[in-house]
């Protein structure tokens, strides 16, 4: 049951104490990130409501970059301003860069990774069931009318089929926006909804506009000089640009990276994406190994800060436009049609991550238990988490897995 929202300020400790500890218990990918915030800050401590924190995860969808890190920024935004967005942001950013900088310093050192398998043999269950919590509680809003599930049930098998997921956003509000329009026709369009669409035009526009992305980068020539400057440009640039999951995350790196400029290999860029995933907190700081492996903890800071600074600067943009759709009743109308499909492309992650966590009958009671204790006791998630680690620890050391 969630909180009734509280009008009671957030001090900065305490809002740097959470994202602290969620970007160091937050394995699983975005999905489980937005699903442990959500049981957070509108479950547990009631800083949001449940409106609120859709509203905020769609605007979060809409613009480039980390989508579970731009989340963090908008709560830290809503709880203390600026200082707040600030602090949330780096104090998510920061544990999972160095924990990658750590594990960097060991693959420079002795030329491997650190066995990861069974920690994440009992992790992922565990987030099965924090994020299948989520998408239950979000949806009993998201989801409140028919046309709203029709448009996340189509949404959700678009998602699966690979369909880009600013286009399924999009269309979704304006299907909603539409369906909407015979009772609220004598609205005037509000200039909110109009800056938003040219925004979103922009967004996505942006890569081609700027020859940018996988497919437009140049074909494989001279390797290009590197240094601290171009590496932290190249990453400023991926930040700018990127929509999607760290697949495409992979893509960019590759076509960047390893084809144009030179600078990695393959399997080290392979690697560099391995810890990205593997490692709690958000799966950006990819850049971070990378980073390191090719300019050492200098290297590090500056892709770290080259791939997040475009969040800020997005969030920041971005604020005053979700305060203004919510006002409008066509505008809302819209916001709500991004809420179901933020829903589904959440849902489609978690049938993916369902898909390569349930791999036999311990993961799946692990799940399951994970699930009673979390609706039925309130175990606080970050716990079930550690418990889930150490479980899977312990069957890797004793040769069970």
Not at 343 to 371: E, F, K, Q, Y
Request: net charge positive.
């Amino acid at each position: 049951m969630a909180h009734p929202p509280t009008a009671a300020p957030t001090s900065l400790p305490e809002l740097a104490g959470l994202f602290l500890r969620l970007g160091t218990t937050a394995f699983g990918g975005p999905a489980a990130h937005v699903a442990l915030m959500e049981e957070e800050v509108v479950r547990r401590r009631g800083w949001l409501s449940q409106q609120a924190f859709l509203d905020l995860l769609s605007a979060a969808n809409l613009i480039p970059g980390p989508n579970s890190t731009e989340l963090a920024i908008h709560i830290g935004y809503e709880r203390r301003g600026w200082k707040g967005l600030l602090v949330a942001g780096t104090c998510f950013i920061a544990p999972a860069m160095l924990i990658a900088m750590a594990f960097a310093w060991a693959y420079v050192r002795f030329g491997t990774l650190p066995a990861l398998t069974g920690v994440l043999y009992g992790v992922k269950p565990v987030i099965v069931a924090v994020v299948a919590q989520a998408l239950w509680s979000l949806g009993k809003l998201a989801l409140k009318t028919w046309p709203l599930r029709l448009v996340a049930g189509a949404a959700l098998v678009l998602g699966l089929l690979g369909v880009n997921e600013l286009l399924l956003l999009f269309t979704a509000g304006l299907v909603t926006g539409a369906l909407s329009w015979p009772t609220l026709a004598h609205k005037t369009v509000p200039p909110a909804l109009l800056n938003l669409v040219g925004a979103v035009g922009a967004l996505a526009l942006l890569p081609a506009l700027l020859g940018l992305g996988p497919g437009g980068s140049p074909a494989a020539g001279t390797a290009t000089p590197l240094g601290l400057l171009p590496l932290g440009l190249a990453f400023v640039k991926i930040g700018s640009v990127l929509y999607g999951s760290g697949y495409v995350l992979l893509a960019f790196l590759d076509a960047d990276l390893v084809q144009r400029f030179h600078w990695l290999t393959q399997g080290k860029l392979l690697d560099a994406v391995v810890v990205g995933q593997v490692t709690p907190g958000p799966v950006f700081t990819t850049a971070t190994f990378v980073g390191y492996v090719l300019q050492g903890w200098r290297g590090a800071l500056v892709a770290t800060v080259g791939i997040f600074l475009p969040a800020f600067v997005f969030v920041g943009l971005s604020i005053k436009l979700v305060a203004q759709l919510r006002q409008s009743p066509l505008a809302g109308a819209f916001l709500d049609g991004l809420n179901a499909a933020s829903w589904a492309l959440m849902a489609a992650v978690s049938l993916t991550l369902a898909r390569t966590a349930l791999l036999d009958i311990s993961t799946g009671a692990l799940a399951v238990v994970s699930a009673f204790l979390l609706l039925r006791y309130k175990v606080n998630s970050a716990w079930l988490v550690l418990g889930g680690a150490a479980l899977g620890y312990s069957l890797q050391q004793t040769g069970l897995l």
